[in-house]
């Protein structure tokens, strides 16, 4: 199993990105993928989680109503609609995915997550 992230890039404030993450080898329904961030000399940080059958979502508070994840079945596929970007939200960004139901609690661990894809950095300028 593979997961590509990409989509990355340097842009000003205010601007916006999205970031897509390609599963490769297998699809995840009945699972769960999702995106965490990693800023320089930071841990790594829950962004947001969607559950493959059905789509809901979960979001770290902090950035809900900013970002805007979504999946394409079809093409085994997610996306982070990141909008209003902040100079805060400078960070590598991993996707994740589970081939299980990731329970509500658990989905802020990396150890609840059992594939994990390269990262994409984005840099946002003030």
């Known amino acids: 199993v593979q997961l590509q992230a990409s989509g990355g890039g340097l842009v000003q404030a205010g601007a916006s990105l999205r970031l897509s993450c390609a599963a490769s080898?297998?699809?995840?329904?009945?699972?769960?993928m999702g995106w965490f961030r990693q800023a320089p000399g930071e841990e790594r940080e829950f962004v947001v989680a969607i559950r493959w059958t059905g789509g809901s979502s979960i979001y770290a508070d902090s950035l809900r109503g900013r970002f805007t994840v979504s999946r394409d079945i079809s093409k085994n596929t997610m996306y982070l609609q990141m909008n209003s970007l902040k100079p805060e939200d400078t960070a590598v960004y991993y996707c994740?995915?589970?081939?299980?139901?990731?329970?509500?609690?658990?989905?802020?661990?990396?150890?609840?997550?059992?594939?994990w894809g390269q990262g994409t950095l984005v840099t946002v300028s003030s």
């Open positions: 080898g297998r699809t995840f329904s009945g699972g769960t």
């Open positions: 994740a995915a589970a081939t299980s139901r990731i329970i509500h609690s658990a989905l802020g661990e990396p150890s609840s997550w059992y594939y």
